[in-house]
């Protein structure tokens, strides 16, 4: 799209006040790592000088260029000893280039720009004045050192010194967990499989430690180890930690978790070969070896996080009623905002039918649908629980369903009839808020009733539900599609009968619901309110259906009502919430 003169950005290089010299590098050069890695197609070499010394740098551009940065290089990387910012293969990272907006006319300004902020970089590299830049990329300058072995990490990152274990496998991976259950609950094994284990330790270093990284060649050695964690300990962890030092065995881990200075930890391993005598932490210990772990963190303080999930959420506890169309997304959704405790009520069988709108796919088919959603989230989330309930309601309430031992209920069983009845007997019940929530057909919009809160607020479901004029039946008061009309469909006779609505609508819907749960959870909502999305009516016109008044009673495609208790509700008008 853009193509540049090569002769040009030469001469603007050499019109930079900082540099002395520039020459075009040979093809053959561009074939060198430093510049296959980065896909270097120009580049030249600079004479500068930095620190009163003479001073190389490549400066190298892709074909893309000037609609990306260039890349500048030193050509002798630890010239200056290890820097912040300074990669082993010389590249200087002088900006972060995701966002930046680029003046592609001006390619020779986007030059000098470049050569200002690289030069800067190591210079305050060189006076120490980024010194502690190290902190936050410690993990970074970790991961290149020499012989490096590659761990897993499920350990939760704590405050205090303890004891994990190391689990080998046969395929060579090696994993650091807090205990079996954790190590299990990741893997998915079955709680009747055991897994040998071998003794290792978690050091928290105290906050505002720094630590030059080493250099990539030379790893550190017992004496300089033992200096760094127990110099750098929090008060009083010094004895906790000898405490932990017991006899040594043949091979002895060790988990650094270094503190960054804008939140969280970077996590760093040590493996200590053929120990001899002591713990290596002890004086007058022998190794034969020491190798520096990666540690590729699988816990869940940084899986959770940095999947958006939300880590109060983990310990919660929440029962969803149905697993149809609504109820699969809102399992999946719940699951990945940080439920980690998800029990799943509903009798049915997943069939052909039900696959294009369903979470679940043709794999499932002839199964329960809970026992799918169990296989399916525990299949793709770790440290995620299911626990699948193939029943009915009406026999599950009281017997294996124990509502007192949840912190949320959602129902998306898309039967009023049950739904009520659910609602008038956790009325007399201590129980946990509920939300019910349900998808109107042809997409025209969709429901979630929070309800069952510890506050002064009347309301429930029932308040929704009033006499028709004619006294023959009832209506809900926030359709949005007008009363006495039936919109159940069959394609194939009355065997196969269902509402119309697709996957979208109930992933609609299941936002909805599951954004008010994660607020009732977090104990941002305290009270009971209805929240209702509207859509576009055009097909379900198009079928001769008729809309309620609440459809076209607002503007909003959200719309929210917190006051919904009908005087003469006959389940919570005498009652207290």
Not at 428 to 445: D, K, M
Request: proline share 6%; glycine share 8%; aromatic share 8%.
């Amino acid at each position: 799209m853009h193509e540049f003169d090569v002769s040009g950005l030469a001469g603007a290089l050499l019109a930079h006040p900082a540099v002395k010299s520039v020459v075009e590098l040979h093809p053959k050069i561009l074939a060198e790592p430093w510049a296959k890695g980065h896909k270097v197609c120009h580049a030249f070499k600079l004479e500068i000088e930095l620190n009163g010394l003479p001073t190389q740098l490549y400066f190298g551009v892709k074909k893309s260029f000037p609609l990306c940065l260039p890349y500048i290089f030193l050509v002798k990387w630890d010239l200056f000893g290890i820097l912040p910012h300074v990669e082993v293969d010389g590249c200087i990272c002088y900006v972060q280039e995701e966002g930046s907006l680029l003046d592609s006319g001006n390619a020779g300004g986007i030059a000098h720009e470049a050569l200002n902020r690289a030069i800067k970089t190591v210079e305050d590299g060189i006076s120490k004045k980024n010194i502690k830049d190290f902190i936050d990329e410690f993990g970074a300058y970790w991961d290149r050192l020499a012989k490096i072995k590659k761990y897993k990490s499920l350990v939760s990152p704590v405050d205090h010194v303890k004891r994990i274990h190391l689990y080998k496998e046969k395929s060579g991976q090696r994993y650091l967990a807090d205990d079996a259950q954790s190590f299990r609950k990741f893997m998915h094994h079955p709680a009747h499989v055991s897994w040998k284990h071998y003794p290792a330790l978690f050091i928290p270093l105290a906050p505002g430690t720094l630590i030059i990284p080493p250099h990539p060649s030379k790893f550190w050695d017992l004496d300089e180890i033992r200096k760094i964690i127990l110099n750098n300990l929090a008060p009083g962890q010094a004895v906790e930690l000898q405490s932990l030092l017991s006899k040594p065995h043949h091979e002895e881990v060790i988990l650094l978790s270094v503190p960054r200075l804008t939140e969280g930890e970077t996590l760093i391993g040590i493996r200590f070969e053929d120990v001899q005598l002591e713990h290596p932490l002890k004086e007058g210990s022998r190794v034969k070896d020491i190798v520096p772990l990666m540690i590729i963190r699988r816990d869940k303080e940084y899986l959770m996080p940095r999947g958006g999930s939300n880590l109060t959420l983990r310990q919660k506890r929440v029962l969803l009623l149905g697993c149809g169309a609504l109820g699969g997304f809102i399992a999946n959704e719940l699951t990945r905002a940080g439920v980690s405790h998800l029990t799943v009520l509903d009798k049915d069988i997943l069939t052909h039918e039900n696959v294009y709108r369903h979470v679940l796919g043709m794999k499932h088919v002839g199964k329960a649908k809970v026992e799918g959603i169990k296989n399916d989230i525990e299949g793709r989330l770790p440290y995620v629980e299911v626990v699948p309930v193939p029943s009915s309601l009406e026999d599950a309430m009281g017997s294996k369903i124990k509502v007192e031992n949840f912190d949320l209920i959602v129902s998306a069983l898309g039967n009023p009839t049950v739904e009520l009845a659910l609602n008038k007997y956790l009325h007399g019940t201590v129980s946990p808020p509920v939300i019910f929530t349900w998808l109107e057909p042809y997409g025209i919009g969709g429901h979630a009733v929070l309800t069952n809160m510890d506050c002064s607020q009347k309301s429930c479901l029932c308040c929704l539900y009033e006499n028709t004029d004619d006294g023959k039946d009832k209506r809900c008061r926030v359709s949005f599609a007008a009363p006495g009309q039936n919109f159940a469909k069959n394609i194939d006779g009355c065997r196969n009968v269902f509402t119309p609505f697709g996957s979208l609508d109930a992933a609609r819907t299941s936002e909805l619901a599951t954004r008010l749960a994660i607020a009732t959870l977090t104990g941002d909502i305290k009270t009971n309110l209805i929240r209702s999305w509207k859509g576009d009516a055009t097909e379900f016109l198009k079928n001769g259906k008729k809309l309620a008044p609440r459809f076209s009673g607002s503007d909003n495609h959200i719309i929210e009502h917190i006051e919904f208790h009908h005087e003469e509700c006959p389940v919570c008008h005498e009652t207290k919430n």
